[in-house]
């Protein structure tokens, strides 16, 4: 599937949880590995979902994508991991448009990382972008 162009920032959303305000074991019920990844871009056309990637490490996980409302990146989500929707949407951040991009940018320089300025943290969302890319997730 030939990912779209998207101009209006306002239908880009990320909606995640991370330590601050859940601990291991919440974080391990969203955690996504790559089988749970694949299953996840193939439903999310079912979602109205054609861009997206997740970023899902041992501090949090997270859904960035273009969707009509958060609510439809979380449903998504939540329907290949072990916790709730319910619960989910209790913890989570959720943020769009402009907001949405300086918490990526943020996530990526580290600066929303538990050990202020983890490097290891840009590579792993190089990875998520990657191989939502090569599924044709992303432009």
Do not use: W
């Not at 949405?100 to 600066?111: K, N, P, R, S």
């Amino acid at each position: 599937m030939p990912a779209q162009q998207h101009t209006d920032i306002s239908t880009f959303f990320i909606a995640g949880i991370n330590y601050k305000k859940s601990d291991a074991i919440i974080r391990g019920q969203y955690a996504i590995n790559p089988d749970q990844y694949t299953a996840l871009l193939a439903e999310a056309p079912q979602y109205g979902i054609k861009e997206l990637f997740i970023l899902s490490t041992c501090n949090r996980t997270e859904i960035y994508g273009f969707a009509q409302s958060a609510q439809e990146l979380c449903e998504l989500l939540c329907s290949q991991t072990q916790g709730s929707l319910e619960n989910f949407t209790s913890l989570a951040y959720i943020k769009n448009g402009r907001k949405a991009i300086e918490h990526l940018f943020d996530v990526a320089a580290g600066l929303d990382s538990q050990i202020l300025g983890d490097y290891e943290i840009i590579g792993q969302i190089k990875k998520a972008f990657k191989f939502s890319k090569e599924q044709g997730f992303v432009g």
